[in-house]
């Protein structure tokens, strides 16, 4: 099916990405970020603008995070309920969610991005604010589009190439994250043990 779609860049590029960008944030299984890659590819070598594919995957992934923002806002928590158990990444997401709130979108986006769907659904079922929701998934959804474009510009015509390069990327920022996280972690504790009242 991947081949099939990359097929199909050169003749129905921005159509084509726009509705996978769309679909994809709404869970449906297409493999858009290899084909942002390969429409990176066709931007550099001048067969698509640079300008009108990034705006129609970027429009295309905000329409697909909107509609499953607003689709579990209106139905809300019924749908948690029924679907929670049976979807173990809607329980994942809504944890991550409490958790995290606005950095749970915006990482969802691009970082943890299998996620993204169910993140979308979370918040919206939980109510958080519109606004702050559309800030963070607009701002990952950026990132998304430029780093798959962006790599797919640089390594013109080597999907592979490519796609190694933003599973790299993406895995040095993981661990970035992680070294980060259990340092703040780790001074954390280390203050709490300075402040804790010693035995006498």
Known sequence: MTDWLLS???????????IATFASCLAVPLPTS??????????????????SVAVVALGGAVA???????????????????WGRRAPPLARATDLLAKRGGAAVFFSRWLMSALGPYVNLA??????PWPRFTLWGVLGEVVWVCIYLGLGYGFIGNLEAASDMA??????????AVALGLGAWLIASMRADRVRPQPS
């Open 8 to 18: 199909l860049v050169p003749q129905y590029g921005l159509w084509l990405l726009g």
């Open 34 to 51: 290899t084909l942002l890659l390969a429409a990176g590819g066709f931007v550099a070598v001048g067969d698509l603008s640079l300008a």
């Open 64 to 82: 697909g995070d909107q509609i499953g923002y607003f689709g579990a806002r209106w139905f809300g928590a019924p749908l948690i309920e029924t």
């Open 123 to 128: 918040a919206g079922a939980a109510g958080q």
């Open 167 to 176: 599973f790299s990327l993406l895995g040095f920022v993981t661990a970035a």
